[in-house]
Nanobody
Framework: QVHLVESGGGLVQPGGSLRLSCAASGSILSTNTMGWYRQAPEKERDLVAV???????NYADSVKGRFTASRDHVNNTAYLQMNNLKLEDTAVYYCHAFGIQRTLRPFEVWGQGTLVTVSS
């Protein structure tokens, strides 16, 4: 099995910064894509950033220029650097990944979520 563990959420004032981490563990042969999603209260889960194994990182328009996603391919870890946070960034942030296990079976997993609260 493959598991994702997120960390780094918390309370921050508008204009502040936070850095989220997502560590994948388990029987991983390769991780194709890792991504970040968020779900605000009473809203659907939306894409924040998708990080392919190679190629261009895709960001939601609402976070372009403020958030930077990255990956450590060796350690199967993803990061989300969030700068100039706004009230509307308040949400539970989820990490997502899919790839191939050492058994050659595919996997797709979600993390447990980490709460980011932007408030003055």
């Amino acid at each position: 099995q493959v598991h994702l563990v997120e960390s780094g959420g918390g309370l921050v004032q508008p204009g502040g910064s936070l850095r989220l981490s997502c560590a994948a563990s388990g029987s991983i042969l390769s991780t194709n894509t890792m991504g970040w999603y968020r779900q605000a209260p009473e809203k659907e889960r939306d894409l924040v950033a998708v990080i392919p194994s190679d190629g261009v990182i895709n960001y939601a328009d609402s976070v372009k220029g403020r958030f930077t996603a990255s990956r450590d391919h060796v350690n199967n870890t993803a990061y989300l650097q969030m700068n100039n946070l706004k009230l509307e960034d308040t949400a539970v942030y989820y990490c997502h990944a899919f790839g191939i296990q050492r058994t050659l079976r595919p996997f797709e997993v979600w993390g447990q979520g980490t709460l980011v609260t932007v408030s003055s």
